[in-house]
């Protein structure tokens, strides 16, 4: 270990490791250095570093200007000042240079209170804003997606987004365009994202300071479809949700909010309350099948049968497969992702239990995610037009009806899921997290190979935020090779090894998001800081670690549903409800 | 055997060019071999002469005539008279402006007398597009020195010791730099020339290019025999044609010749070059933004360090220099670091070459030993102020350098005097302003191009500049207070303070400085709205003189505007309110009863 630097910051003496920034200095002198382009989700190895908002500069003796201090390394001896008129000077007229070119819309802004850029205003108490009559004030297009909403007027040119966009989930959408006052962040030839190459991931959205990238919001339209009374409205939540929601209420991160969520959608006026986590056993059934009837195939010596399989809930990285890997569509499994299972057996299986017609019943999903509102809308998702699910919701999104109906969601007593689409299984849960619905598979795919019960369902090897992990599970003999990969640059890596030869994977499960649907774009906003989804992941496991049953083939009402409707799983029935075709993307 | 008696030197710059010097050489030529005279007779394009002013330049050798203007219907008259009959063309001779004296010589005149050509030593001597020229002038004897005499550590020990400071603008000491891309380890490096020159109005890069391509090419390799590269790379802008033409002939025939390629001089060094081509974003000059643009990203500065001597193009340790500090390096191996460092002050040392340009004479590309005065360089090489108005200030340093006044005219130029007179040295570009300048237009006209330039990543220069532009926009209209003048002055020094690159930094010099040095001017601007060099027009007040009127209504009836009342023969009156300022009354009056108030 090399020598520690000592540095003086703010009169306080600190020791930090060679490499350390000025920024990571002051947090151990108890200094917390304002910043706005930065951020830093450590464990995630997500940064955005470029030093362009300079509201982090702080003065170093001896140096001739001012220095950013998120990414400036300390040096042996450094004298650091943080709050000195010099500095306060530049960092105020700063901060009063981004304002003259941002709307003051803010009690209008939709990230109105959880924008970092007003956060800093209220810190650094600015009153006026010095500039001239009609200064120029960018204008642009506003862009609306399935899922995201740009309003570049609001850019503060951090380059988070581009950062997370290309560096992190290398899709390559966003970019910085033109120069000077006219260098905004935009797609290609500046066309509407639902044009580009956007996999609708939403990761720019999760990392925006400001109002510039936001969700669609769907909220009014289901607030009028619960007023309606010629409609049936149900809905289902997906695992990582359950997570996260609660940290809009002021509880702390990791906290299980499971049954208070369930009985604030049931006063919310919802007909039933159901759990996407059914959905979730239901995809294992189906994708663990694929799996070991892929495997038995290969292994018989069957030539038309493409390993690895590829995981399909995660509807970015279907999209980024779909542009980037059209020679690669018979890879994924063709299971749907759990929504879309819900959403079909919801309005066939549940609609006639229910005697309803499915033009009067409307499927909202609650996801952690922005890609699902997409998703939803896909056309191989619909039966004559009428969408198997209706409205995708986000958890902020959600957490906004609980306060709109007045709900004062701390002192909710707790509740259940209704039947027969509410039971679930510890295997479900874990499909919010990055590695948990492969370990979902194993623990039902070796006690179907293998015949026998398994010891310990706890695939710690499976766990974990590392970017890319792999593992080998012994099936009695039969060695499987298994990789994860969250992030999509992780998965770009994999898939290029895969076209290239490089592994002899038989399965692999891919999440676009940082540490899978807890790091979801539709999450309650993380602002940088990644302890709160590692308290999420911890939650999860928490979660099924407290469940009964803890394997999707014994949930009993995923028997049920077999027993009732669907036959046994990839049955025809199965198929033409649960399983689904991918579909090339033709790039500009 | 050819036995050449006369050389006819014709210009093949770019500005002389455009005066049809390509056309003019070719006539040459032509008639060369009308009057069989191509035996004794050679005529070649060379690089600029410097004088731009009285282009196109065309100098025959031995006798060291210099003649200006010349056009292509001076060729035949050129040739007979003076080539063949041995007499000069007087009429074409340089004329002394006060003296009105014919000069032959150019050592004689007052533009060449007092400058020292080193980087410029081979322009508009030598045929750039052929490599034999260049070699006959010592060419390529540094790298062969370099190669069989010295280790790379004893080459970076004589630049070194020679004192060159970069050219480009910063002044950062070049040895030192080469040194530490020598000290890192790596499996590549890289050498790249900086050759894009984006200054408005500058062309000393552009010149040693289109003049003297090899020399770059020869101090190229020996940076990278120095750091341990085996890689060159030029980054120049496309709209530099003439250039990278010349310096793309001057590549392959040095490839041709074995001095570039493997195992240059027989020995087991290799370098090779290749060009990239800038799409002409000023900051791409900024060497990391250089960088990332040669590697296909977008042009813009990141944070240093890194330094590029430690990660620098493709993420390999990589030493930048411009031009003109390259064109430098052969003579420094050739003559000594000694001989380069009895040159200049104590602490630049060498010359500097400078554009000039603006309200002077001698318009056109200098070079003079580090120390020469700015007197020296503006009323003996650049002949004084044209029209013989009043100089009022000369802008070094190009975009983001400072206006410096009359009180600085005995200042040595170097880098250091230059920055601690609120100005730099910069690339070399110096741009003379005379009485009818209005320094708040000035500072505007800079920052225009700034506000133009920048990259956009970091806020104080992208929205800093930006409004500080809108400012002085607002000063020149007449609706500026004193107290814009404290938060422009204070603005600026945070955009100094707190922006990202070079550019940023020292985007707000120019308001800075003229604000220190002509704050009355400002003032006028702001306490009476007025400008004191005319040149505001929203400032400008069109009055009719009662004293001189004699109502003849010229006036009225030229006026746009209906702004002008008065009966005729009764004094005639201009409403304010109404004029638009367009000057047609002020055209029109025979009797100078139009004043600008």
């Known amino acids: 270990m090399d020598k520690k630097i000592k540095v003086i910051i703010d009169n306080k003496s600190v020791e930090v490791a060679p490499g350390t920034t000025i920024y990571q200095a002051a947090k151990q002198a108890g200094v917390d250095i304002p910043v706005l382009c930065y951020m830093n989700l450590h464990d995630l190895g997500v940064e955005n570093k470029p030093g362009g908002c300079r509201i982090c500069v702080v003065e170093v003796e001896g140096r001739k200007n001012l220095a950013p201090s998120c990414s400036t390394e300390c040096t042996e001896g450094m004298v650091v000042r943080t709050h000195s008129v010099r500095v306060l000077n530049a960092r105020k007229n700063v901060l009063e240079l981004i304002l003259s070119d941002h709307p003051k819309d803010c009690l209008l802004c939709q990230k109105s209170g959880r924008c970092e850029l007003q956060d800093l205003a209220v810190r650094m108490g600015i009153r006026e804003i010095h500039a001239v009559e009609n200064a120029l004030v960018s204008t642009y297009r506003k862009d609306e997606s399935p899922s995201i909403i740009r309003n570049m007027d609001k850019c503060v040119m951090c380059r988070r987004c581009e950062t997370i966009c290309n560096e992190v989930q290398t899709v390559g959408a966003l970019s910085a365009v033109n120069r000077g006052f006219n260098a905004v962040v935009a797609t290609a030839f500046e066309q509407d994202l639902k044009d580009s190459r956007c996999t609708f991931c939403g990761q720019c959205v999760a990392v925006c300071p400001t109002g510039a990238l936001t969700e669609v919001d769907h909220t009014p339209k289901i607030i009028n479809a619960l007023a309606d009374p010629s409609k049936t409205v149900i809905v289902q939540t997906a695992p990582a949700v359950r997570a996260a929601l609660g940290e809009e209420f002021g509880f702390a991160p990791g906290t299980l909010v499971t049954g208070k969520m369930v009985t604030a959608l049931r006063r919310l006026g919802f007909d039933k309350v159901f759990d996407t986590d059914f959905a979730a056993d239901l995809t294992i059934m189906e994708e663990g099948t694929e799996l070991l009837k892929r495997i038995t195939g290969y292994l018989n010596g069957d030539k038309t049968v493409k390993l690895p399989i590829l995981t399909s809930c995660c509807p970015a990285w279907v999209n980024f497969f779909e542009w980037n890997y059209p020679d690669m569509l018979d890879v994924p499994s063709s299971a749907k992702s759990p929504q879309q299972m819900f959403g079909a057996l919801a309005k066939t299986y549940f609609a006639k239990m229910m005697g309803i017609d499915r033009k009067n019943l409307v499927v909202v999903s609650v996801m952690p995610c922005l890609a699902k509102k997409y998703e939803c809308q896909r056309d191989e998702f619909k039966v004559d037009g009428n969408p198997d699910v209706d409205y995708s919701i986000s958890t902020r999104e959600l957490a906004h009806l609980i306060k709109l109906a007045n709900i004062d969601f701390a002192s909710l007593p707790d509740s259940g899921f209704d039947d027969p689409m509410g039971e679930s299984t510890g295997a479900s849960v874990i499909f919010g997290v990055t590695g948990g619905v492969i370990e979902a598979a194993v623990r039902t795919a070796y006690e179907i190979y293998t015949g026998r019960k398994l010891e310990s369902v706890d695939f710690h090897e499976l766990r974990g935020f590392e970017g890319i992990r792999t593992a080998t599970i012994d099936f009695n003999g039969l060695k499987l090779n298994i990789g994860i990969a969250h992030k999509l640059g992780n998965a770009r890596k994999l898939l290029d090894g895969i076209r290239a030869g490089m592994y002899n994977f038989h399965a692999i499960e891919i999440m676009a998001c940082p540490g899978g649907c807890i790091g979801g774009a539709g999450q309650p906003l993380h602002h940088g800081d990644s302890s709160i989804i590692q308290a999420r992941m911890d939650a999860i496991y928490r979660e099924d670690a407290g469940k009964k049953i803890r394997k999707s083939h014994e949930n009993p009402y995923i028997k049920r549903v077999y027993g009732d409707f669907l036959g046994y799983p990839m049955s025809e029935k199965a198929h033409e409800l649960l399983h689904t075709h991918y579909f090339k993307k033709e790039k500009l | ?597």
């Open chain 2, 1 to 597: 055997m050819k036995h050449v008696k006369s050389f006819i030197l014709v210009c093949g710059g770019t500005g002389c060019r455009a005066s049809e010097s390509a056309l003019i050489a070719d006539d040459f030529r032509n008639m060369v071999r009308q009057l069989a005279i191509e035996d004794q007779t050679a005529v070649i394009s060379v690089g600029c002469f410097g004088f731009c002013e009285k282009g196109p330049i065309v100098k025959i050798i031995p006798d060291n005539t210099f003649y200006t203007n010349v056009s292509r219907a001076d060729v035949e008259e050129i040739l007979k008279e003076h080539i063949i009959m041995g007499r000069p063309v007087h009429r074409l001779l340089y004329e002394n402006p006060e003296t009105h004296e014919k000069i032959s010589d150019s050592k004689h005149m007052d533009f060449y007398r007092k400058q020292k050509r080193i980087a410029l030593r081979n322009c508009g001597f030598i045929d750039p597009e052929n490599i034999n020229d260049y070699i006959a002038r010592r060419g390529y004897e540094a790298l062969g020195t370099v190669l069989s005499k010295y280790t790379p550590a004893e080459t970076i020990d004589i630049i070194k010791r020679s004192g060159l400071r970069g050219r480009g603008g910063g002044g950062f000491p070049t040895g030192l730099k080469w040194e530490f891309a020598s000290k890192s380890v790596s499996n590549e490096k890289y050498v790249v020339c900086n050759a894009d020159e984006g200054d408005p109005g500058a062309f000393m890069d552009r010149s040693i290019l289109e003049g003297d391509p090899n020399s770059i090419i020869e101090a190229m390799a020996i940076c990278g025999y120095s750091i341990g590269a085996s890689r060159g790379l030029v980054y120049i802008r496309a709209e530099y044609p003439l250039a990278v033409h010349r310096l793309e002939v001057a590549i392959s025939q040095a490839r041709e010749y074995g001095l570039l390629g493997d195992a240059i001089f027989g020995t087991d060094f290799s370098f090779d070059i290749e060009i990239r081509y800038g799409a002409g974003a000023f900051v791409c000059g900024e060497e990391t933004a250089l960088i990332h643009s040669m590697e296909g990203h977008r042009g813009e500065p990141t944070v240093k360090p890194p330094f590029p001597a430690v990660k620098g193009y493709m993420g390999k340790p990589t030493n930048v220099n411009n031009v003109e500090t390259f064109a430098n390096v052969p003579v420094i191996i050739l003559n000594g670091p000694e001989w380069f460092s009895s040159i200049g002050t104590e602490r630049s040392k060498g010359t500097k070459v400078f554009a000039l340009a603006g309200k002077i004479n001698n318009v056109g590309l200098i070079e003079v030993p580090m120390g020469t005065t700015l007197r020296e360089v503006i009323y003996e090489i650049g002949g004084g102020i044209k029209n013989g108005k009043k100089f009022k200030a000369v802008q070094t340093g190009g975009p983001s350098g400072g206006c410096l006044t009359e009180e600085h005219l005995d200042i040595p130029i170097d880098f250091d005097n230059l920055l601690a007179a609120g100005s730099m040295m910069g690339s070399g570009g110096m741009i003379v302003m005379d009485e009818d300048d209005c320094m708040v237009s000035v500072a505007k006209f800079y920052l225009e191009f700034i506000v133009e330039e920048s990259c956009g990543k970091c806020v104080p220069c992208r929205i800093g500049n930006r409004r500080l532009y809108e400012m002085l926009d607002k000063i020149t209209k007449g609706k500026g207070t004193e107290e814009d003048l404290e938060y422009i002055e204070n603005l600026s020094k945070v955009i100094k303070d707190t922006a990202l690159c070079g550019l940023g930094q020292t985007s707000p010099n120019p308001v800075l400085s003229t604000l220190e040095h002509f704050r009355d001017e400002y003032l006028a601007h702001v306490r009476d709205k007025t400008c004191p060099a005319g040149k505001c027009r929203a400032l400008m007040h069109y009055v009719i003189d009662p004293e001189k009127c004699v109502g003849c209504t010229a006036c009225a009836r030229a006026c746009p505007a209906e702004a002008i009342t008065g009966e005729r023969k009764q004094k005639h009156e201009i409403d304010q309110n109404k004029c638009i300022k367009c000057g047609a009354c002020y055209e029109k009056c025979k009797f100078s009863a139009i004043n600008i108030a």
